[in-house]
T-cell receptor, first 114, second 117 residues
């Protein structure tokens, strides 16, 4: 148990559907992240939130829309996705202080877009 | 820009033996941190070990040690006394150490380690 919970664990959706991924951290951290892990590719950073403010958007298509209502919760809203968006989506959190700082990851949501 | 290279897509090791997973990196940042994560089939990324670029000694955490060679820009992970539960994907990652912003890790492509009984 890492303190970062993601739901759902698995999601299958059509290209016209709208769905949301949820992430919750119980570690008191102030930074949260969305990563995308596609087969045979390194993890790709999608979004970073620091104290609820979005600080990074790594050229992610607008069909992915993040939301961070507070420091403990992070959502990723999905709409009109493409089959190439099928991947494992990982949420992470960190304390965001100088020096040694590690990310704590959730177990991910395995997304399949049909 | 940062880049992490893991040249071993797959590795096999006999149970109870030691194994080294390779990682080289490239960065222009003067201060940085190097991380290793383990990802079992369940999907969760588990932090293993950290090495700061200015740390004088190589990091160790239980059976994990990091062979840090700054001049060669390498940060290899050594797992001693391998166990069947060590079978997983292993990722090397790095991040600049900077103030005022959340950490951003750049990951390598990973090495799939299989421990044989």
């Amino acid at each position: 148990e890492t303190g970062v919970t993601q739901t759902p664990r698995h999601l299958v959706m059509g290209m016209t559907n709208k769905k949301s991924l949820k992430c919750e951290q119980h570690l008191g951290h102030n930074a949260m992240y969305w990563y995308k892990q596609s087969a045979k590719k390194p993890l790709e950073l999608m979004f970073v939130y620091n104290f609820k403010e979005q600080t990074e958007n790594n050229s992610v298509p607008s069909r992915f829309s993040p939301e961070c209502p507070n420091s403990s919760h992070l959502f990723l809203h999905l709409h009109t996705l493409q089959p190439e968006d099928s991947a494992l989506y990982l949420c992470a959190s960190s304390q965001d202080r100088q020096g040694h700082e590690k990310l704590f990851f959730g177990s991910g949501t395995q997304l399949s877009v049909l | 820009a940062q880049k992490i290279t893991q040249t071993q897509p797959g590795m096999f090791v006999q149970e109870k033996e030691a194994v080294t997973l390779d990682c080289t990196y490239d960065t222009s940042d003067p201060s940085y941190g190097l991380f290793w994560y383990k990802q079992p089939s369940s999907g969760e990324m588990i932090f293993l070990i950290y090495q700061g670029s200015y740390d004088q000694q190589n990091a160790t955490e239980g059976r994990y040690s990091l062979n840090f060679q700054k001049a060669r820009k390498s940060a290899n992970l050594v797992i001693s006394a391998s166990q069947l539960g060590d079978s997983a994907m292993y990722f090397c990652a790095m991040s600049p150490i900077s103030s005022g912003s959340a950490r951003q890790l750049t990951f390598g492509s990973g090495t799939q380690l299989t421990v044989l009984p």
